[in-house]
């Protein structure tokens, strides 16, 4: 385990005597109880019986005394603050399963899925991460971003089960543990918004393969209309698309992209709240600054140039 997960109370492995799973499930949590509580019914009914980890962010509406009250075999953490995104490494320090499923309180796994991943992941011993099909709201209707993933113009490679990426949705996927704790997990600089992004670019910097597996199907059901975004998530992605660009990218790209979001910010609120959010956050990004190896940088332009 790296840095990153330095200082998080608690967060150490289960014993190795009760490691008899193969994938294990981490779910973080934010004041939304009564949706945490329908979700858990679900994932403790999975054929697979995973072992779970709640990871409650801080709450005030009483979400871990409800938990361990309703579901005595789920493992509750209170770290005591909102540890954004890092909660999820949090969670996944405490588990003893090789796997980790990542879920949020909107979001579980079909059953058979876990069972597939432990097949799909022993196959491919390279791969450090799967990011599943997404079936959205109560029609199970396709994520546009399956479609996206599976296009992925970065090709698929033969010791991987399924197209290369660099993205995936964070409530929809499963690392290797070892691999996931092994470049720190989530990075805490970001906390939510587009975190995603630079942990796929670290676990290939490190020599992990992150590939989309759509065998994977994970089940997604957002609040509001659509699924629209939550108030204010479209500034924490723009602030961390730039904070990604000074942690890993080279100085040109980080600059470039400081400049637009600057010039966006004069007459767009959204990128002046990014901006901001950014400048606040640079010192920290930049004492965590390390540019990804060449072969790496080059896959991710190839990114940003396909249509």
Do not use: K
């Not at 637009?260 to 959010?277: E, I, K, N, Q, S």
């Not at 920290?284 to 332009?301: G, I």
Request: hydrophobic share 45%; charged share 20%.
């Amino acid at each position: 385990m790296t840095a990153r997960t330095v200082g998080l109370p608690g967060a150490v492995a289960a014993p190795q005597a009760r490691r008899t799973a193969q994938v294990g499930i981490v779910m973080i949590t934010r004041d939304r109880r009564e949706r945490l509580l329908g979700t858990l019914e679900r994932i403790t009914r999975l054929p697979e019986e995973p072992p779970v980890v709640v990871v409650d962010n801080g709450s005030s509406d009483g979400t871990a005394a409800a938990v361990r009250e309703r579901f005595p075999a789920v493992r509750v953490l209170t770290p005591g603050r909102n540890l954004g995104a890092v909660g999820r490494t949090y969670g996944a320090a405490a588990l003893g399963t090789p796997l980790v499923a990542f879920s949020d309180d909107d979001s579980w796994w079909e059953p058979g899925a876990l069972a597939r991943a432990a097949e799909v992941f022993a196959a491919h011993p390279r791969l450090g991460l799967a990011a599943a099909a997404t079936l959205v709201g109560p029609d199970a209707g396709p994520d546009p971003l399956n479609d996206v993933l599976a296009a992925s113009p970065l090709g698929r490679e033969p010791d991987l089960p399924g197209p290369s990426v660099l993205g995936f949705l964070g409530c929809a996927a499963v690392a290797r543990r070892d691999a996931f704790l092994e470049v720190g997990g989530y990075h805490p600089v970001l906390h939510f918004g587009a975190e995603e992004t630079l942990l796929a670019l670290d676990l290939e910097a490190a020599g992990w393969g992150v590939a989309y597996c759509p065998a994977l199907v994970a089940r997604h059901q957002p609040d509001g209309a659509g699924g629209a975004p939550r108030p204010g998530r479209a500034a924490q992605v723009r602030r961390n698309v730039l904070l990604t660009a000074w942690l890993r990218r080279p100085l040109r790209h980080a600059l470039v992209r400081t400049v637009r979001l600057a010039l966006d910010a004069r007459t767009d609120p959204a990128a002046r709240l990014a901006l901001a959010g950014a400048v606040r956050r640079l010192p920290a990004a930049l004492a965590r600054r390390r540019l990804l190896p060449a072969p790496v940088e080059a896959r991710v332009r190839v990114l940003e140039g396909a249509p």
